[in-house]
């Protein structure tokens, strides 16, 4: 069964600074990897899908990468800004299912 | 505006009162599914739709039902509401299938006293 693990849970970095946040999964047999950004208490906003035959999936400031071998993708921001304050959450597809998994997210605090 | 609509946005009942929670989406897409978001178990999967008649249980189906009749609407029955099924509830939507990019209503936050 597909488990989808995003660590850290929370995480407080200085304005300016570049972070990356993980996600893991367990089977690699995954269409694609798909990153949402959750402000408190509002829906999910799709920042990045990345299919399982791409590397990388840039947006901006954002820029994602995926190793299907390994189970792992990252979600790298430059330069964070306050306004990046958010629960980042990543989430999977599995082809043997017609199911979406997610991680349980990563509470991103920056800090002025 | 393409979006994905949920009503209500707030909802607080009583044990064992059925309620129903709309979600519409204008977009034409084909699947939608319902999600629960509770603190420290994360999102986790209701119920999903490919398309018209044709749903499935998610990872947490019990106390729940659903109906596609038509494309856009997908709503989520609570037949009788229990404490245990207080949480923020969402709707997505995307275009064919669970492997396109997914968008999501806005959350249901539902209380059952």
């Known amino acids: 069964k597909q488990e989808v693990t995003q660590i850290p849970a929370a995480l407080s970095v200085p304005e300016g600074e570049n972070l990356v946040l993980n996600c893991s999964f367990t089977d690699s047999a995954i269409y694609n990897l798909q990153w949402f950004r959750q402000d408190p208490g509002k829906g999910l906003t799709s920042l990045l899908l990345i299919q399982s035959s791409q590397r990388e999936q840039t947006s901006g400031r954002l820029n994602a990468s995926l190793d299907k071998s390994s189970g792992r993708s990252t979600l790298y921001i430059a330069a964070s800004q306050p306004g990046d304050s958010a629960t980042y959450l990543c989430?999977?597809?599995?082809?043997?299912?017609?199911?979406?998994?997610f991680g349980k997210g990563t509470r991103l605090h920056i800090l002025p | 505006e393409a979006q994905v609509t949920q009503n209500p946005r707030y909802l607080i009942t009583v044990t064992g009162k059925k309620l129903t929670v709309t979600c519409s989406q204008n977009?034409?897409?084909?699947?939608m599914s319902w999600y629960r978001q509770d603190p420290g178990l994360g999102l986790r999967q209701i119920y999903y739709?490919?398309?018209?008649?044709?749903?499935d249980k998610g990872d947490v189906p019990e106390g729940y039902k659903v109906s596609r009749k038509e494309k856009r609407n997908f709503p989520l029955i609570l037949e009788s509401p229990s404490p245990n099924q207080t949480s923020l509830y969402f709707c997505a939507s995307s275009l064919i299938a669970e492997y396109n990019e997914q968008f999501f209503g806005p959350g249901t936050r539902l209380t059952v006293l």
């Open positions: 739709s490919m398309n018209v008649e044709v749903t």
């Open positions: 989430a999977v597809p599995v082809e043997r299912d017609d199911k979406i998994i």
């Open positions: 977009m034409n897409h084909e699947y």
